[in-house]
């Protein structure tokens, strides 16, 4: 059973930062495509950020590239989303994704795509 934690959610100002990890366990963390999506209230969940395997291939939603930088340490099994200049309408809570297929197999932004699932950490973005 894989299990994915995430933490390092929290309130910040506009223009600030956070970095979000995304703790794995239960199979090789190396074997896993990890992704990160949020969900804002009211919205669907959507696609922020997706590393492959080695950590060498990495995509990002147009709406935080320039601003957020994912990346893995698959020593630790950890994965991180490094968020820099929040903005308001970055508020949502983000959840951590995996998935054992290689990434150039998956429709990436696809919530689909994913077949394991953290339990989502806030993050609020005051202006």
């Known amino acids: 059973q894989v299990q994915l934690v995430e933490s390092g959610g929290g309130l910040v100002q506009a223009g600030g930062s956070l970095r979000l990890s995304c703790a794995a366990s239960?199979?090789?963390?190396?074997?896993?495509?990890m992704g990160w999506f949020r969900q804002a209230p009211g919205k669907e969940r959507e696609f922020v950020s997706t590393i492959s395997w080695s950590g060498t291939t990495t995509y990002y939603a147009d709406s935080v590239k320039g601003r957020f930088s994912i990346s893995r340490d698959n020593a630790k099994n950890t994965g991180y989303l490094q968020m820099n200049n929040l903005k308001p309408e970055d508020t949502a809570v983000y959840y951590c994704?995996?998935?054992?297929?290689?990434?150039?197999?998956?429709?990436?932004?696809?919530?689909?795509?994913?077949?394991?699932w953290g339990q989502g950490t806030q993050v609020t973005v005051s202006s």
């Open positions: 239960g199979q090789p963390f190396s074997t896993f495509v």
């Open positions: 994704a995996a998935t054992d297929r290689p990434l150039n197999r998956i429709i990436y932004r696809s919530l689909g795509a994913y077949m394991h």
